[in-house]
């Protein structure tokens, strides 16, 4: 296969990125249940205990890989659960969060948090108003368009503030008591199906309740562009491409990327890598569907019109 293009070139915008802040990860070591940390232990409620690498959450490691980036926006990593904690259990968490992540140097930015059953609307405001960049979301939230529909006054305030919405995976549902699941099963299975629910409950209904909002769904929506053929197929609703609807780049490769491009277009692809859990922060695209400008594009125009608007 010929050689790939390169996103991640100095100037570029990395969307989705995982980095605990000092104060967050006191915050988990302070926890007598999952989630917490134990030394460099992370506990979930599902699966066995997994170590965590300390450079993964060194700040000025990661800022040294991370040179030349224009951004580097981080997130709470979903698969913690927090977000669905009770609230008061998650608001110790939540604070930590964003008083660390606010704090980050250059060229780190950060997605602002809320709780699932408590949402402080005022709070989220203003945590726009001073900086995040937008609210990143667990994708079970939007599972259906009555889900959807529940959470339509908490995106709303993203809309009226102008800020992106971020759709991620959320925590994981523990495995059976017989079945011990290979350790890819979740990454592989779960995430892309949760993510290819929302993306179709957004389809059904998400424009009709937002009309001006712009959301992205990491790691190419689980696929679920490539589906629209077969929704068609069955009878759905086509519909034109929606230039307010982004799909997040990261675990995938030329093969992916090129099927997403055919089925949206190169305007609506953004650049994130998952950092650290997907590896370096540079992807490779397709050679045969996007060349420089195409590059350039996913790596710093797109990103940019998510996070602040505009005309592609």
């Given at each position: 296969?010929?050689?790939?293009?390169?996103?991640?070139?100095?100037?570029?915008?990395?969307?989705?990125?995982?980095?605990?802040?000092?104060?967050?990860?006191?915050?988990?070591?302070?926890?007598?249940?999952?989630?917490?940390?134990?030394?460099?232990?992370?506990?979930?409620?599902?699966?066995?205990?997994?170590?965590?690498?300390?450079?993964?959450?060194?700040?000025?490691?990661?800022?040294?890989?991370?040179?030349?980036?224009?951004?580097?926006?981080?997130?709470?990593?979903?698969?913690?659960?927090?977000?669905?904690?009770?609230?008061?259990?998650?608001?110790?968490?939540?604070?930590?969060?964003?008083?660390?992540?606010?704090?980050?140097?250059?060229?780190?930015?950060?997605?602002?948090?809320?709780?699932?059953?408590?949402?402080?609307?005022?709070?989220?405001?203003?945590?726009?108003?001073?900086?995040?960049?937008?609210?990143?979301?667990?994708?079970?939230?939007?599972?259906t368009p009555a889900r959807l529909a529940d959470v339509a006054e908490l995106l709303a305030v993203c809309e009226q503030a102008g800020a992106p919405v971020l759709v991620h995976p959320g925590a994981r549902t523990p495995a059976g008591p017989?079945?011990?699941?290979?350790?890819?099963?979740?990454?592989?299975?779960?995430?892309?199906?949760?993510?290819?629910?929302?993306?179709?409950?957004?389809?059904?209904?998400?424009?009709?309740?937002?009309?001006?909002?712009?959301?992205?769904f990491v790691a190419g929506a689980g696929l679920a562009p490539v589906h629209h053929e077969r929704l068609v197929a069955r009878g759905g609703p086509t519909g034109s491409i929606d230039p307010g609807v982004f799909v997040e780049t990261s675990?995938?490769?030329?093969?992916?990327?090129?099927?997403?491009?055919?089925?949206?277009?190169?305007?609506?692809?953004?650049?994130?890598?998952?950092?650290?859990?997907?590896?370096?922060?540079?992807?490779?695209?397709?050679?045969?569907?996007?060349?420089?400008?195409?590059?350039?594009?996913?790596?710093?125009?797109?990103?940019?019109?998510?996070?602040?608007?505009?005309?592609?």
């Amino acid at each position: 296969m010929p050689v790939a293009s390169d996103v991640g070139q100095p100037g570029g915008i990395d969307v989705h990125q995982h980095l605990w802040p000092p104060a967050l990860v006191d915050a988990l070591r302070r926890r007598t249940s999952a989630p917490r940390l134990v030394g460099w232990t992370l506990h979930l409620p599902a699966g066995p205990p997994r170590p965590v690498r300390e450079a993964d959450h060194d700040v000025a490691a990661r800022r040294a890989l991370d040179a030349g980036l224009q951004a580097a926006l981080v997130s709470l990593s979903g698969r913690l659960g927090i977000e669905d904690l009770p609230p008061d259990q998650a608001a110790p968490l939540l604070d930590a969060w964003h008083l660390g992540a606010g704090q980050l140097p250059a060229p780190f930015g950060a997605w602002a948090a809320v709780n699932r059953h408590d949402p402080d609307l005022a709070r989220l405001k203003d945590q726009l108003a001073a900086g995040f960049v937008g609210l990143q979301v667990p994708a079970g939230w939007l599972a259906t368009p009555a889900r959807l529909a529940d959470v339509a006054e908490l995106l709303a305030v993203c809309e009226q503030a102008g800020a992106p919405v971020l759709v991620h995976p959320g925590a994981r549902t523990p495995a059976g008591p017989v079945e011990r699941l290979p350790g890819w099963w979740a990454a592989v299975v779960d995430d892309p199906a949760q993510l290819a629910a929302a993306w179709w409950a957004w389809h059904a209904v998400g424009r009709s309740l937002l009309p001006t909002l712009r959301i992205g769904f990491v790691a190419g929506a689980g696929l679920a562009p490539v589906h629209h053929e077969r929704l068609v197929a069955r009878g759905g609703p086509t519909g034109s491409i929606d230039p307010g609807v982004f799909v997040e780049t990261s675990s995938y490769g030329p093969q992916a990327l090129d099927a997403l491009i055919r089925a949206l277009g190169i305007d609506v692809l953004v650049h994130g890598s998952d950092r650290p859990d997907t590896g370096p922060a540079r992807l490779r695209l397709p050679p045969f569907s996007v060349g420089p400008a195409g590059a350039r594009a996913i790596g710093v125009a797109n990103p940019h019109r998510f996070l602040r608007g505009g005309t592609p």
